[in-house]
């Protein structure tokens, strides 16, 4: 069966400082990846996604940034945390669509507080 | 942007009793599908409807799709306390290709009283 990881659970963090989610998938190949932010009792903001190896594309322009440097790894990037930063980050993986978009599975989140 | 808006935004009810969430979006979709969220987790895929069905049946979950009205409802029937979490609806835009995009809604926070 497929299961999703990513960690950390929780993150405190200076502003100024970088920052690395990490989020990786197991159990299914060729998945398209997903970075949201949900701030508090808000829906989903899609940052990222990503469609294979080294494809990313990005929703939101903003100081963060992903990569895919295997198939089942996505990494969520920031160079400089600012304060509008804090919030919990969602990774999500689908099967590869074909035409249309599929349901997603969704990890545990990351929750980012910046300070 | 968000497409989803569901309504209400927060449902207080008895344990028992139905609850009925509404989802409405703007463009043309290729399915909806529904997901639940207990705080602090992650989401959790309940339902996909297509855009040529008109009601789906999961357990005590029923979901329909007006694509004239642009909207859809969830019904869960004979709640339960374990029942209370955020539902969201997320839209497939149509012409979304190979990305498999979804936009959520902002939710609907369910509370089952005991």
């Known amino acids: 069966s497929q299961t999703i990881h990513q960690w950390p659970a929780t993150l405190v963090q200076p502003v100024g400082s970088p920052l690395s989610l990490e989020c990786t998938v197991e159990g299914t190949s060729n998945p398209n990846l997903y970075w949201y932010r949900q701030a508090a009792g808000r829906g989903l903001q899609l940052l990222f996604y990503s469609v294979g190896i080294g494809q990313i594309s990005s929703e939101v322009p903003q100081n963060l940034s992903a990569s895919r440097p295997q198939d089942r790894q996505f990494i969520l990037s920031s160079k400089k945390l600012l304060l509008s930063d804090s919030g919990f980050y969602l990774c999500?993986?689908?099967?590869?669509?074909?035409?249309?978009?599929?349901?997603?599975?969704f990890g545990p989140g990351t929750r980012l507080t910046v300070t | 942007s968000q497409q989803g808006e569901e309504d209400p935004q927060a449902l207080s009810i008895q344990e028992g009793e139905n609850a009925t969430m509404n989802c409405s979006y703007k463009?043309?979709?290729?399915?909806l599908q529904w997901y639940r969220q207990n705080s602090g987790r992650g989401l959790v895929h309940l339902i996909l409807i297509r855009s040529n069905e008109r009601e789906k049946h999961s357990g005590r979950l029923r979901v329909t799709l007006d694509t004239s009205k642009k909207s859809s409802s969830l019904l869960i029937t004979a709640s339960r306390a374990a029942d209370t979490a955020s539902y969201f609806c997320?839209?497939?835009?149509?012409?979304?290709?190979?990305?498999?995009?979804?936009?959520f809604g902002q939710g609907t926070t369910l509370q089952v009283k005991p």
């Open positions: 999500a993986w689908s099967e590869a669509p074909t035409g249309t978009s599929y349901e997603q599975y």
């Open positions: 997320a839209t497939a835009p149509l012409g979304s290709g190979n990305t498999g995009k979804l936009i």
């Open positions: 463009t043309s979709i290729n399915n």
